[in-house]
C-alpha cells in the first residue's frame, strides 16, 4: 500500500503518517524532513526530487508519505494508492499548529535529524517565515487545490478520502486496522 497523507501545516498529516506506517508494517517518509537541511536552508527542488526518488524506490512494497509540496505530486501521485487529505477546519488546524509549535519551543526538539532546527519565539510568532502565518495564508488556497484534485478525471486511478475530523481519522484508522487484521 502506497499512501500519501495530506492538508495543511498543522492539521496531523506526520502523527497520521506514523499511526498507518507502524499499521502497514511500511516506511513512514515526511517530505519536510527531505526537504529542509540544517540552519532551516531548504533543499532546491532538484534535491527534493532526488531525496523524494531515493525514499520511495527504497520502499518498492509500500509507504506512508506525509506532506504536500505540489511540485513532488509527480513522483508522488505515480504510484500512489490512496491520498488521505486531513481537512479539518481552520480553528482546528489552526489550535493544533499552536500548540505544537508551544510545545516545540518548550522542549526544544530537533524537528528533523541532523539538522538543528528547532523552533524559537521569533520564528514561530515574530517572522513572516512563521509556521503559523503560513497555516493562515495555505489553508483555504489548500482546500481549493485539493478539491480540484479529488474532482480531476485523471487522477481517478487514486482513491481519495477526505477526513473533516478527529473523529473520522480515528474511524478511519479503526477501519484500515479491521481490512489488516479481519476479526
Not at 478527529?166 to 479503526?174: G, N, R, S, Y
Request: charged residues 20%.
Amino acid at each position: 500500500m502506497k499512501i500519501n497523507i495530506i492538508g495543511t501545516s498543522g492539521s496531523g498529516k506526520s502523527t497520521l503518517c506514523r499511526q498507518l506506517s507502524l499499521l502497514l508494517n511500511v516506511p513512514a517518509i515526511e517530505l519536510d524532513n527531505l526537504f529542509w537541511l540544517a540552519n532551516w536552508q531548504p533543499s532546491t527542488d532538484e534535491e527534493l526530487t532526488f531525496k523524494l526518488s531515493q525514499a520511495l524506490e527504497q520502499a518498492p512494497s509500500g509507504w506512508v508519505l506525509d506532506g504536500n509540496y505540489t511540485r513532488t505530486q509527480a513522483i508522488k501521485w505515480k504510484n500512489v494508492n490512496m491520498v488521505v487529505w486531513l481537512d479539518y477546519s481552520l480553528s482546528r488546524t489552526l489550535y493544533q499548529s499552536v500548540t505544537r509549535t508551544l510545545s516545540r519551543i518548550r522542549s526544544q526538539e530537533e524537528l528533523w535529524p541532523n539538522t538543528g532546527n528547532r523552533e524559537n519565539w521569533k520564528k514561530a510568532f515574530f517572522s513572516r517565515d512563521s509556521i503559523i502565518l503560513w497555516t493562515l495564508k495555505t489553508y483555504h488556497q489548500n482546500k481549493q487545490r485539493n478539491l480540484k484534485h479529488m474532482a480531476n478525471l485523471d487522477l481517478r486511478h487514486i482513491h481519495f478520502i477526505r477526513l473533516t475530523s478527529p473523529k473520522e481519522t480515528a474511524l478511519f484508522l479503526a477501519q484500515m486496522r479491521r481490512q489488516i487484521q479481519p476479526v
